[in-house]
């Protein structure tokens, strides 16, 4: 059965309301009722004790006494009985018996000196009243004593009109409670209603979407949870818009750079079938389809790489390994690519200078550097420059090419990010995917890299690696 927030505050105030009511109204009401009983009784025996006191100051009290003592009783509704050892009556101002009708219990505890009081009793009078036995004695001798009696109706009056302002109380209570909680259900209703509102256009696909917080209770703090959680489910849905924008595109890059070698190769196989191929043209042909085999392998063998990395699926081996001799590597591979765009190498590193580094991996970070270099940079400078601090071997390959501006220095990391300018023809890192593996291969060495860029002033690209093996 489904209950609704509004029945929920709604009984759970009222059961909180009622339930403390009638606890606190039960304990203040037998408090009260024995509070006027008690208040009662010691009326009853602080005259008794009075004329007690005038009875042994006179132990023949005049007739007259008597009554005027009975009248100002009187007027407190009070009524008075004095008898002797035997439980006659000596005097009265009410009873008309002769007899005081005791029992065992009461007349062994007046024989002993002790008073007794008794709340309500109806059966020994005509009437239901609270009385109070107090004994005499004159000197050792037990000589009787004081029975003195009040109607219960006016303590009971009392009580039953403090019941009635309890009476009062809890259904005033009960009903400020079912306005509270009432507005309270309203208000947080109101709330939930704008929480569920906010995760079904979420549901829908709007990542756009904030619920107001305030930080007052635990739906504000539920808010502010929905929010960061909004917030994130927004920067994943862009990360993934973008890399399945990336992925077309690369899909797309790929097929336009798959299906020029795959015609060139094609007519080339054609041609020589069908002998349109002259014998002088042939080897030039043959070289031509093994060049776009080669420029087919490199996009295979990059993307298998990348996803060897990305899972962890190769194993570094790490030695010392001197830094200009790796430089004059990288030189000695892409001199020929850089003098055909008018750009010179340039190095600079300590000679003795160490790093402790896959020697593969590393050549591979900075051939795909270099490339990316080259390719942005035209009748310019690309310097490779090592030196150290106290903790890292820092590396700086520095050209003086196009640069970028800030958007593409935060994109250049990503899969499949190719820079608009890099579609052309050359034949190093045109896929997207060399400083994405560069990355991730730089990490896996403990060591970081960061580039810094303008548009038209080249690019700086900073390695740091550790100096001793971790």
Same mark, same amino acid.
């Given at each position: 059965? *489904?209950?609704?927030?509004?029945?929920?505050?709604?009984?759970?105030?009222?059961?909180?309301?009622?339930?403390?009511?009638?606890?606190?109204?039960?304990?203040?009401?037998?408090?009260?009722?024995?509070?006027?009983?008690?208040?009662?009784?010691?009326?009853?025996?602080?005259?008794?004790?009075?004329?007690?006191?005038?009875?042994?100051?006179?132990? *023949?009290?005049?007739?007259?006494?008597?009554?005027?003592?009975?009248?100002?009783?009187?007027?407190?509704?009070?009524?008075?009985?004095?008898?002797?050892?035997?439980?006659?009556?000596?005097?009265?101002?009410?009873?008309?018996?002769?007899?005081?009708?005791?029992?065992?219990?009461?007349?062994?505890?007046?024989?002993?000196?002790?008073?007794?009081?008794?709340?309500?009793?109806?059966?020994?009078?005509?009437?239901?009243?609270?009385?109070?036995?107090?004994?005499?004695?004159?000197?050792?001798?037990?000589?009787?004593?004081?029975?003195?009696?009040?109607?219960?109706?006016?303590?009971?009056?009392?009580?039953?009109?403090?019941?009635?302002?309890?009476?009062?109380?809890?259904?005033?209570?009960?009903?400020?409670?079912?306005?509270?909680?009432?507005?309270?259900?309203?208000?947080?209703?109101?709330?939930?209603?704008?929480?569920?509102?906010?995760?079904?256009?979420?549901?829908?696909?709007?990542?756009?979407?904030?619920?107001?917080?305030?930080?007052?209770?635990?739906?504000?703090?539920?808010?502010?949870?929905?929010?960061?959680?909004?917030?994130?489910?927004?920067?994943?849905?862009?990360?993934?818009?973008?890399?399945?924008?990336?992925?077309?595109?690369?899909?797309?890059?790929?097929?336009?750079?798959?299906?020029?070698?795959?015609?060139?190769?094609?007519?080339?196989?054609?041609?020589?079938?069908?002998?349109?191929?002259?014998?002088?043209?042939?080897? *030039?042909?043959?070289?031509?389809?093994?060049?776009?085999?080669?420029?087919?392998?490199?996009?295979?063998?990059?993307?298998?790489?990348?996803?060897?990395?990305?899972?962890?699926?190769?194993?570094?081996?790490?030695?010392?390994?001197?830094?200009?001799?790796?430089?004059?590597?990288?030189?000695?591979?892409?001199?020929?690519?850089?003098?055909?765009?008018?750009?010179?190498?340039?190095?600079?590193?300590?000679?003795?200078?160490?790093?402790?580094?896959?020697?593969?991996?590393?050549?591979?970070?900075?051939?795909?550097?270099?490339?990316?270099?080259?390719?942005?940079?035209?009748?310019?400078?690309?310097?490779?420059?090592?030196?150290?601090?106290?903790?890292?071997?820092?590396?700086?390959?520095?050209?003086?090419?196009?640069?970028?501006?800030?958007?593409?220095?935060?994109?250049?990391?990503?899969?499949?990010?190719?820079?608009?300018?890099?579609?052309?023809?050359?034949?190093?890192?045109?896929?997207?995917?060399?400083?994405?593996?560069?990355?991730?291969?730089?990490?896996?060495?403990?060591?970081?890299?960061?580039?810094?860029?303008?548009?038209?002033?080249?690019?700086?690209?900073?390695?740091?690696?550790?100096?001793?093996?971790?």
């Amino acid at each position: 059965m *489904k209950v609704n927030y509004f029945t929920q505050q709604l009984v759970s105030h009222v059961s909180v309301i009622v339930a403390a009511i009638l606890l606190v109204g039960l304990l203040f009401s037998h408090f009260f009722e024995q509070y006027v009983y008690d208040t009662k009784t010691d009326e009853l025996a602080q005259y008794g004790h009075a004329l007690l006191t005038d009875i042994d100051r006179s132990p *023949k009290p005049s007739q007259q006494t008597l009554q005027s003592f009975g009248q100002v009783l009187n007027s407190r509704d009070i009524q008075y009985s004095l008898f002797d050892e035997e439980s006659k009556i000596i005097y009265s101002t009410g009873l008309k018996t002769p007899l005081i009708e005791l029992n065992e219990s009461e007349w062994a505890q007046l024989q002993s000196g002790k008073a007794v009081s008794v709340r309500q009793e109806q059966s020994r009078f005509d009437q239901a009243v609270t009385f109070v036995l107090l004994p005499y004695f004159q000197g050792p001798q037990f000589v009787g004593g004081i029975l003195l009696t009040s109607p219960i109706e006016g303590p009971r009056e009392i009580i039953s009109q403090m019941n009635r302002y309890l009476v009062y109380a809890a259904l005033t209570a009960l009903a400020v409670a079912i306005v509270l909680s009432g507005l309270l259900s309203i208000y947080h209703g109101r709330r939930i209603k704008r929480l569920r509102l906010a995760t079904a256009a979420v549901s829908a696909g709007d990542y756009t979407i904030r619920i107001p917080e305030s930080g007052r209770d635990e739906i504000d703090a539920l808010a502010t949870d929905f929010n960061t959680m909004v917030r994130d489910l927004y920067t994943s849905h862009e990360e993934i818009e973008n890399l399945e924008n990336r992925r077309r595109q690369f899909m797309a890059d790929v097929s336009h750079e798959l299906r020029t070698p795959l015609t060139t190769i094609r007519g080339t196989i054609e041609g020589l079938r069908s002998d349109l191929i002259s014998e002088k043209e042939k080897d *030039k042909a043959l070289q031509l389809a093994s060049g776009e085999t080669k420029r087919l392998l490199r996009l295979v063998n990059e993307n298998l790489d990348y996803e060897k990395i990305r899972s962890n699926q190769i194993t570094l081996i790490k030695q010392p390994i001197r830094i200009i001799e790796l430089f004059e590597v990288i030189r000695e591979q892409l001199e020929p690519a850089a003098q055909q765009r008018g750009t010179a190498i340039r190095l600079e590193s300590p000679e003795t200078l160490t790093v402790f580094a896959d020697y593969d991996r590393l050549t591979q970070i900075l051939l795909n550097i270099t490339k990316n270099s080259i390719q942005f940079t035209e009748r310019g400078e690309i310097s490779l420059l090592a030196k150290t601090d106290s903790q890292h071997v820092i590396l700086e390959i520095q050209d003086t090419g196009i640069g970028m501006d800030s958007e593409e220095v935060e994109k250049i990391w990503s899969r499949f990010y190719k820079a608009i300018d890099s579609r052309t023809s050359n034949p190093y890192g045109e896929f997207g995917l060399g400083l994405s593996i560069v990355r991730q291969l730089v990490t896996m060495h403990g060591g970081t890299i960061e580039v810094s860029s303008q548009k038209g002033h080249g690019a700086l690209f900073t390695i740091q690696l550790p100096k001793e093996s971790i």
